[in-house]
């Protein structure tokens, strides 16, 4: 089984199923791919059906898109548990999971993870401006402090437990660190949207991710 990514200093989308990866197996192999290189960029065309990563490969199928891998995992790790056990907290998670997939364009377009900022590292940049972005930032306090108000007793992940949409909330988390976005000043005022922001930084998966970023920028 392999998983080919993007570059780990930038590729949100990479990043997501390889967590929820992690969780389930350390049996698989990955091969990061720089689209930003002509030969990255020709070798994606030949390994992935949209030209984009991440995709999985396993059992003679490639597999596209992250949601589709992260579901693959659900079906091929059940003992695993990667949606919480309570139905209604479940219905929920997919819905989260799944606003993160599709939407946020705004806080996306205004803070991108590209070479000049990448995901992981020391650098920081200058909060974004804008009424559409401060709007997708209050909307994600809003769910996160819901979610975690009404299902995150049993521990300090969205949902108590890791559940997938910590693996697609999580480059956002990276997002709001490298541009220093004050959760408080939308809607945060308990504080609880910036301590699961804190969470999802220090998660071991993000911090050996992070690392082997790191890594491969110093062995370039
Ligand atoms: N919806 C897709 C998005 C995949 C995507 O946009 N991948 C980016 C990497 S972060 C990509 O392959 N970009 C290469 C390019 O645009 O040439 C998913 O969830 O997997």
New binding site residues.
Partial sequence: MELII?PRLF????LRPWLVLKRCTGDFAVRELD?NTAEG?AE?LAVSPT????VLRVEGETIW???AISVWCAERYPQVRLWPIDAHARWLARSAACEM?GGFSALRTACTMNPGHPMVGPERSPPPEGEAVAADIRRLVSLWVEMRTRFGAGGDYLFGDWSVPDAFFTPVAARIRHYQIDLAAHGDADGVATAYVATLLAQPDFLEWSEQALAGVASR
Avoid: A, E, I, R
């Fill in positions: 993007g590729s949100t989308w990479s689209f960029h994606m030209g984009l990563v991440p898109d992250s949601m997939h």
